[in-house]
């Protein structure tokens, strides 16, 4: 095969190109496998499905991982895709997350497979012999070349079947287009000048005719050295020595100053799985490096019988071997020579589908300098260098490196220089395709995810969960301070920039929504120390069988007595009275009123009167007043409803634990109780108003509404039917536990895990991320690492926000909660107002 000289691509349909030897080649783009977070064993899983890979596929081919960059418009149409109505305050907060990223666009690595669609038999190598001869004479005399025919693409495309029932459907193979290797040429020629595009959204390739590529591909024009940059007096064969990189230069782009370097030596002791994944290494990297794997896979049996003949050969060495021989040393080195070759056999026997795999592992670095470009390779050198792996930069090989990273292009002689032969098995260590994705593929913009050095967005999208059939609700833990509530008003202060309603439980002494209420064009903030609007549910929903009916469940609860109680029974007969408009009463004050009154039944008058007096109790308190004050309704219409519940007290656990108990409770417990019950369904009737109306109910501290039976009972309620109502739960407090039943919990698909510097703690809440993710690793990771407080005692800016979060596909990655750009929204999100004082 002729050297590559030249961009090689000649034709493409569909998914196959052909060359100008006449080679086609079949091309897909995969996805990666989680990988950067997991544990032990699920990195083994990760290894194992490599391994299924390269046993697999056997023959030539060549795997590209390539960093693709996501411009700021990409990440800003994503934020405003499926919003209803762009709002004035959306688009601010779009805009000015585009001038952020401007400067420092997120990347994501992005990986194709490259296989000649070749076969061994006479009639198809004379086919590729008959082709090629016919492209170069065409091109000598300037005729036009003749596109492959209608058969041959026939005979192709069986053969890409072929190939793709071998690949793994793990990895999600895509058939690569025209569009993705323009991408890939253009992202070869102008890589580190210009930035690429993401390949996001990309269809399968389509069979559209015959593209003549060589037309439309870039023919890039290379310098080695940058030599045609030096005068006379700098061309020193010392100074040509220094210059190991590539000066690359596109049609219509800026030189790219590029460098090549590949694997020449493995460590001699070998190396441990996991820890020694000699390719994605260079994934975690936080700085933009491509690689380039040319692989040749033959099955163990054709190498076994090519072991026996070197088996011969070293016995035939035995024998002939002499005592002088044996003394100077022959016969040692003969020794390992068979000791080397039985446990490489050895291996090869471990499996039945094992193959040998011979390849070279290619890496490549670029800037807008030479001095960058070699500036990125040092650090990848340095990181291998500490595992004793050598990483060598062929002086005069930079063009053939190049072009060996190229698609369909003749391997080189470095190439082949460069080769490092093992197993499948040893081979899968390298897990190479591997991502770290997060969060869905568009919506609000609520993290960076720090898994890996290759930092990218996080987007949430409730709403789309919802419609896709997926719970949106998510809950948080952590200690005090670690960022769980701001989360929660971040995402809160998105969602309903981008539309949708939000109701917050906060039972703070300093009111931390209240800042966010203000700043929204409508809002409700009920303070039950000091309310300005009514909760009364009969102003809520009038004399309706919904305002009947939250009534008697309000006042059973309030009053201490049951449903089938005397009191009950009388309360329900009353409110029916109401409904049918046989008795006035608009409001609870009026409610009270009339059961004092002459109105009621003479035989009922008794009861009435007990049961007015009961409500005396809640009537004349200051806490009372959110129900039975004269006070407006609360809007059903406002952007977002706050309740701030500080102050109320909540019974425990004990107090609720028998009916004597319950007998006992302060008349604060009895009115926390039900005023938490009553919220949660004034909660829930609001995100069912509406199915098509986005809603976020959002409980601060839930352990105070999870902690009372009732209120339990309507979150987890919502948790569970939420979704057909375009509805999402969300839930923070410090230990896994106060988030509820076992049920309750496990019913909430994203979890988060802030800060916890509690060991017993820090279990408890990895246990409730992901089970697997309780080890002292992770344990270490959750009270040291995220968020560490300084010898201040403080959070250095840059790492506040820091959590473990699993999404809403189970994937567990290290993220970085980003709170609004928007100065006025932030400061909304993050100030604490002044500590309210409880009345006297």
Known sequence: MAKTIRQPVQWMRGNVFVTRDGIPHGMWVLEGLAYGLGTDTQKNVVRARHQDFFQSITGDYTILGLVGATSADEVVAKMKNDVPVLTEQWERECELT???????????RCYFLIVPLTKADPRTLLSQARRAGTTSIASMLGFPDTPPSGAEYENWLSLVEAVEHKIPMVFKPRRAGYADLQWITAHQTGRGVVSSTSLEGQPPAQDTGVWSSGAFLPEPHLDEGGLTELTDSMKSRTAILKRRWLRVEGPETAPSYQQFAAVG??????????????????AELPVDIDFCLRVTSTPAARIKAKNRRAERNIKDQYGQRTGRDSLMGASTELDKSAEALGAYQEALDAAEREVEIASTIIFSTASSDPDSAQSLMRTLRDIYASDEWVIDIPLGGQKDLFWDCWPGSAPSKTCAEFTQITTGYNYSMGVPLTNDDLGMQHGFRLATNITTGRYSPVFMNLAGLSENDISGSFASTGELGSGKTTTLKTIGSHAIDRGAQLIAVDHSDNQEWAALAKELTTSNRIDFLAPDTSLDPLKLYGQTQQGVRETLSLMTLLLGVKVTSTEGLLLNSELRKVLNKEVEATNLADLRRHLDSNRIEPRDREVARQVARLMDVFTESDYGQAFFGDLPPMSFEAQATIFCTHGLELPSKDDLATESSRADMSVEKVFGRAAYAFLARVGKNIMYADDSQETLFMVSEA???????EGEAVIKDVVKTGRKHKGAVGLDTHAASELGSAELRALIPQRFVYRTRDDA????NLTYLDPSYATPEYVEVVTKDLSPLGSDGKVALERRGEALYRDPFNRVGKVKILIPQDPRRAKAVLTTPPRVRAAA
């Open 98 to 108: 585009r001038q952020q990223l401007e400067a420092f666009p997120p990347g994501r």
């Open 265 to 282: 030596l493995t460590p001699q002791a070998g190396f441990v799985f996991p820890g020694g994944e000699f390719v994605n290494v260079a």
């Open 703 to 709: 352990h105070h509404m999870t902690s009372v039976p």
């Open 761 to 764: 703690l820090a279990r408890e």
